[in-house]
Antibody, heavy 117, light 107 residues
Framework: EVQLVESGGGLVQPGGSLRLSCAAS????????MGWVRQAPGKGLEWVAN????????YYVDSVKGRFTISRDNAKNSLYLQMNSLRAEDTAVYYC??????????WGQGTLVTVSS | EIVLTQSPATLSLSPGERATLSCRAS??????LAWYQQKPGQPPRLLIY???NRATGVPARFSGSGSGTDFTLTISSLEPEDFAVYYC?????????FGQGTKLEIK
């Protein structure tokens, strides 16, 4: 069974940092692009970042460029999102998702990030 | 950047009725469109990919159609578990944007 389990969310002050993790199991992690999608409270879905199978290509939404870094450790079947210079508008549930090619075909349960003083 | 516009914002129907949800792209995206269903407190679930292909385990009452700029998700006969929010997403260009969602609610 494919599983994606996020961790690392929590309350952080504006300007602070947080590192999200996603543990993948049940599929060959090294053969899939992976991504992060977020959802602010009561709002819609927003794609945040994607990373290629070997980590050589990375893409970000404009609003997080220069502040967030997506990475992966294929030996540990894990995906990460390093978030720096956090703002109130980054408050959201962050989902780890498997990129099936032209869609996100598997999603984790999400981890809540709250940026507030 | 491609913008996806979903309509209506809210659709009120009764179980057994047919639902038709629309997604319009600001420029042609061929058939590079996916549909997702999201229930409260749950992550999204992939329903349709490449505009018209049902994902694994998705009931046959869900169907997708369209190409270019206009797409439709149809639920032929609503079941109680179908009332949720539906999002479309394009994967033609970066960034892979989502539409703003259509809430399907019980009338």
């Amino acid at each position: 069974e494919v599983q994606l389990v996020e961790s690392g969310g929590g309350l952080v002050q504006p300007g602070g940092s947080l590192r999200l993790s996603c543990a993948a199991s049940g599929f060959t992690f090294t053969t899939y692009w992976m991504g992060w999608v977020r959802q602010a409270p009561g709002k819609g879905l927003e794609w945040v970042a994607n990373i290629k199978t070997d980590g050589s290509d990375k893409y970000y939404v404009d609003s997080v460029k220069g502040r967030f870094t997506i990475s992966r450790d294929n030996a540990k079947n894990s995906l990460y999102l390093q978030m720096n210079s956090l703002r109130a508008e980054d408050t959201a549930v962050y989902y780890c998702a498997r990129d099936g090619g032209r869609n996100f075909d598997c999603w984790g349960q999400g981890t809540l990030v709250t940026v507030s003083s | 950047e491609i913008v996806l516009t979903q309509s209506p914002a809210t659709l009120s129907l009764s179980p057994g009725e047919r639902a038709t949800l629309s997604c319009r792209a600001s420029q042609s995206i061929s058939t590079h469109l996916a549909w997702y269903q999201q229930k409260p407190g749950q992550p999204p679930r992939l329903l349709i990919y490449d505009a018209s292909n049902r994902a694994t385990g998705v009931p046959a009452r869900f169907s997708g159609s369209g190409s270019g700029t206009d797409f439709t998700l149809t639920i032929s006969s609503l079941e109680p578990e179908d009332f949720a929010v539906y999002y479309c997403q394009q994967r033609s260009n970066w960034p892979p944007n989502f539409g703003q969602g259509t809430k399907l609610e019980i009338k």
